[in-house]
């Protein structure tokens, strides 16, 4: 066989790749050699590869990894691979080996690293990066403070629902706290509620209920074969159940009724709240120039064994009120309980028994807040002359309690 070159051209050539020589070697990188650096040409901190695999470390645990060319780097840099993406600090480089750890200056997780035992193959990319953000738990729970200070909402656009054998507590803002001035508008469990695959369970009240209670904890139903709506019986009506559980049994009287919505209830009461005077002796009847304001408690015994578990309810009011002067002045009142509107009365001088004066009379609900527990009772003047001593005879009692 001849060792001279054959002509270019024809099928022979077709045998043949010609390549262009350059002037430097071919790069090493990957190969294992004794010879410090002289084939790698791997000059800045661009993407650079890891010439072997290697696991990830626990959290302040170290691994040793071969790169082409150690002098690039220096202790204390940071590199990110880049697939799968983790931080790990330099602690130090000999020659072409570089120790890298798995821990923040402080000691910390770095939050963004996976789970320890993951593999870094060879060939894997990286480069330089700054110091990622490592935080402790407090410094974590105090930005997060900061952030839900200023939020005027949290908004979670997909939120799933809870499954059929969870049990949920819900939470809520506290608005007050009469134990401490000083608190804060922090978002806390509500104690005593809990749902529990969709059933609300009043785990906080006993089963020492009185019957005058009843009402407070029953539901509307709706039978799923007469499609009537019905009032389920309140836990209380059940004997022999738990405390905290009586509840669900009265929500589900039997599987052929459901829950629509709470029940309100009229309680029928007759409680004198207030009598200034005795009606047939004007003598002693109350005496006011302008514009008078009378408090009228509701803090009596009938009521609160009614709306101790409300935060406000409606009182069925019933006033009966009489104006007297000496001089007529053609005057009008006006007469509002708890702000609200009740009527308007004239003062009047005419005949001098109290048979002859004009009285008012009615019944109306009134607002009040379970937390006074009172009514205010206002009675100004808004037309004819000012200025007078007007006399004034009121009885206000209560008829019934809306809850």
């Given amino acids: 066989m001849s060792n001279e070159c054959q002509p270019c051209g024809g099928e022979q050539a077709k045998k043949y790749l010609l390549v262009e020589t350059t002037a430097s070697q071919a790069s090493s990188c990957g190969e294992s050699t004794n010879q410090e650096n002289q084939n790698c040409n791997k000059k800045d901190q661009t993407f650079d590869s890891f010439l072997n695999g290697f696991i990830v470390p626990l959290s302040g645990n170290s691994v040793n990894v071969n790169v082409c060319n150690g002098s690039l780097y220096v202790h204390g840099q940071w590199i990110q691979t880049v697939s799968p993406v983790c931080y790990f600090k330099i602690l130090s480089v000999a020659s072409n080996t570089i120790t890298l750890v798995n821990q923040c200056p402080q000691g910390f997780e770095v939050p963004e690293n996976p789970e320890a035992g993951l593999a ?106 007469s499609k009537e709506v019905v009032e389920l019986p309140n836990y209380g009506e059940f004997t022999g159940a738990l405390d905290g559980k009586q509840y669900a049994v009265g929500a589900f009287g039997n599987e052929s009724e459901k829950i629509v919505g709470p029940a309100s209830f009229f309680c029928p009461v007759d409680v004198l709240l207030v009598e200034n005077a005795i009606p047939e002796s004007i003598p002693s009847w109350t005496s006011f120039v302008g514009d008078l304001m009378v408090l009228i408690s509701t803090n009596i015994a009938e009521i609160n064994a009614i709306i101790k578990h409300k935060d406000h309810y409606h009182a069925l009011v019933h006033l009966s009120m009489v104006l007297d002067e000496l001089i007529p002045s053609g005057a009008i009142f006006k007469i509002e309980m708890n702000n609200e509107l009740v009527g308007f009365l004239t003062s009047y001088s005419g005949a001098s028994g109290f048979g002859g004066k004009k009285w008012f009379n009615i019944v109306m609900p009134i607002k009040v807040m379970a937390n006074l527990n009172q009514i205010s009772m206002k009675i100004s003047q808004i037309q004819g002359t000012t200025g007078y001593t007007i006399k004034t005879y009121y009885k206000v009692s209560a008829k019934g309690i809306y809850a």
Avoid: H, W
């Fill in 120 to 225: 870094i193959p060879a060939g894997a990319f990286f480069y330089v990066v700054s110091e990622p953000q490592c935080e402790s738990d407090e410094e974590k729970v105090e930005n997060l403070n900061k952030a839900l200070g200023i939020a005027e909402a949290l908004c979670v656009p997909v939120m799933v629902e809870s499954d059929d054998i969870e049990e949920i507590q819900p939470v809520g803002r506290v608005n007050a706290n009469p134990a401490n001035s000083a608190f804060k508008k922090c978002i806390k469990r509500i104690k005593g509620v809990i749902f529990k695959s969709g059933a609300l369970f009043l785990s906080a009240l006993k089963n020492n209920i009185n019957s005058t209670e009843y009402g407070l904890y029953r539901k509307l139903g709706i039978n799923n074969t």
